[in-house]
């Protein structure tokens, strides 16, 4: 028998997600705070009734769920759209004439229908280039569009805008429920000078987060889960379905 070590653990790492249905392989997730599996249980227990003052006779336990908890600290789009069931785009740069939009009343915003690059020139003018609209006077440029002033720009006018869009990567929210990944976490452990901490969960589904930040005060988080289900493809008696994990020595 050998002599017991102790092994600590502080991890660092990365997580991948492979798309099941796709060919892109694995692509990481980026930087997060935390990715803890979690593993809930079905207990049943029976009860001594034939001695005075009797506890347990006997127990039967089974495996009810088992997820992934991880706080993503990379909100790009790609992962956005991940944890909220969505697709993404790309939309291309470029010059934007005589955009057509009605508008509603003074002091209500205009969309664009691109995002503009406000640091370029923006024209507003009525339908066919007439009249010229003053910026600062009758509109105000904003991150996606112009508010408008209490200026010449009546309620209900047609309006046509000018612009150049910047390149932009659209998420379209609650598009793909219940799409299925492979994750791995490729890790190291600090406490065994950086040695290798590697889990492999062959067949997840990512539930859409409970909370996506649009404000915040401190750098942004998203929390959400994953549901690590069987994978029937992995084979052997000595294989689980459901989560591998390696350690170097």
Do not use: W
């Not at 969505?86 to 915003?109: D, L, N, P, R």
């Not at 942004?220 to 591998?244: E, H, P």
């Amino acid at each position: 028998m050998g002599v017991l070590v102790n092994e600590y653990y502080k991890g660092k790492g990365t997580a991948y997600l492979r798309r099941r249905s796709g060919t892109d392989g694995l692509l990481p997730i980026g930087n997060a705070s935390e990715i803890a599996l979690a593993f809930s249980i079905n207990k049943q227990e029976m009860k001594d009734y034939e001695n005075a003052g009797g506890a347990t006779a006997d127990t039967a336990t089974s495996i009810e769920s088992a997820t992934a908890n991880i706080t993503l600290m990379n909100l790009n789009p790609t992962n956005i759209a991940r944890v909220t069931a969505g697709t993404t785009s790309v939309v291309e740069a470029g010059a934007v004439t005589a955009e057509a939009h009605t508008v509603g009343a003074q002091g209500s915003f205009v969309k664009f229908d691109k995002i503009p690059d406000t640091s370029d020139t923006i024209t507003v003018t009525g339908t066919g280039g007439t009249p010229a609209y003053v910026e600062g006077t009758d509109y105000e440029t904003k991150n996606g569009g112009i508010l408008i002033l209490e200026g010449d720009i009546a309620a209900a006018a047609e309006i046509e805008v000018n612009y150049t869009a910047v390149k932009s990567r659209v998420v379209q929210s609650l598009m793909e429920i219940g799409e299925e990944y492979e994750m791995y976490f490729d890790g190291l452990n600090e406490a065994r000078s950086g040695k290798a901490s590697l889990a492999t969960m062959h067949r997840v589904k990512v539930n859409p987060t409970q909370g996506l930040p649009l404000i915040s005060d401190d750098y942004a988080s998203l929390q959400f889960t994953v549901d690590i289900l069987r994978d029937d493809t992995v084979t052997g008696s000595d294989k689980s379905k459901y989560v591998m994990m390696e350690y170097a020595e």
